[in-house]
């Protein structure tokens, strides 16, 4: 029998656990994130996959206690629902080939209104820095920038439909008229809020939730993109990337980076890689070195915190 450790999952709670149940696992289930409980459990050979944000992987990595023969009997992983560092992935997976196990990390996305992710790269169709395919149960469309028409492939707006998705908000048909969406057959969308990219083999690439859209100039600038290149550079842990109002530009890109000391070298390997690998609009016009990023109830990035955090420090 598997077990399936859910572990504050952005894929949704009860879907992960129902699909486990339905072909005879056991879920075990964790109230509040414990990484010695959950490495306990791994060692007695009690866990066969986990399911959880970025923020959980990097602590369960950082533990020395999570190693060992016990990891072999770990199957797969599954990250999401904040960004997902490259560094992060290649560190789980080398520990993982050491010890000798078939786990990988890999990456998925998917809303709580549908069931589940809803696209997931798997052990046999991956694609590295992106989500996955759509799983056969979920239509993927997006949305051009005209807001006109569907399509099954380019950058814009996701629109989920198929057999995942939820009926509708509880008693609140105002919420339902605005994020769900007829088509002219009358097959129902959620709208998603975010911002990806179908490429032409089906492959989803997590772009931005379309609120964290940074326009510079005019110009539509990622978060994610930013943070990833940050999050490449040796000694940074985590890195989030906040538009702040700007009275030429409309806005600029403030950059918080997350390490053990405030050490100038990495603020200049920071800068560097920036204005290397960005457009210039998208490199930051501020570095700010903080000691730990704050993270919300479910262990994802706290963007409002640190907008706050930013106002506060130019008050």
């Known amino acids: 029998m598997s077990s399936f450790l859910p572990l504050f999952h952005p894929f949704g709670f009860s879907m992960c656990m129902h699909a486990m149940n339905c072909f005879g696992g056991c879920n075990v289930l964790i109230p509040k994130f414990n990484r010695n409980i959950i490495i306990n459990y791994i060692r007695r050979g009690k866990l066969n996959y986990l399911v959880g944000v970025p923020s959980v992987f990097a602590a369960l990595l ?16 599954f990250v999401g629902g904040d960004m997902v560092s490259l560094n992060l992935l290649d560190s789980f997976n080398e520990l993982m080939i050491k010890h000798g196990s078939p ?86 969308y959620l709208k998603s809020g975010d911002i990806v990219e179908i490429d032409n083999d089906g492959y989803v690439t997590f772009k931005s ?12 600038v990622f978060p994610n993109e930013i943070e990833q290149v940050a999050m490449s550079i040796g000694g940074i842990k985590k890195a989030c990337a906040i538009g702040v109002p700007h009275e030429k530009t409309g806005h600029t890109v403030v950059l918080y980076y997350e390490t053990n000391t405030d050490d100038e070298e990495v603020k200049s390997n920071v800068q560097r890689e920036c204005k290397k690998h960005l457009e210039p609009k998208a490199v930051p016009t501020k570095y700010i070195y903080i000691d730990k990023i704050p993270l919300t109830p479910l262990n994802k990035t706290d963007v409002i915190a640190l907008r706050k955090l930013y106002d506060g420090i130019k008050g």
């Not at 939730?209 to 539509?220: D, E, L, P, T």
């Open 209 to 220: 939730r379309i609120k964290r859209v940074i326009k510079v100039s005019g110009f539509a």
């Open 103 to 188: 786990c990988r990390l890999l990456e998925g996305y998917g809303p709580s209104e549908t069931c589940s992710a809803t696209c997931v790269n798997t052990l046999s169709t991956n694609r590295r820095t992106t989500c996955g395919k759509p799983q056969p149960c979920s239509k993927y469309r997006i949305y051009d920038e005209e807001k006109k028409v569907l399509k099954t492939q380019g950058i814009g707006e996701l629109y989920i439909g198929g057999d995942s998705l939820f009926n509708g908000y509880f008693a609140n048909p105002n919420a339902n008229a605005e994020c769900v969406f007829a088509d002219n057959n009358g097959e129902r």
């Open 62 to 77: 950082a533990h020395p206690k999570f190693r060992g023969d016990a990891l072999k009997k770990i199957n797969a992983s």
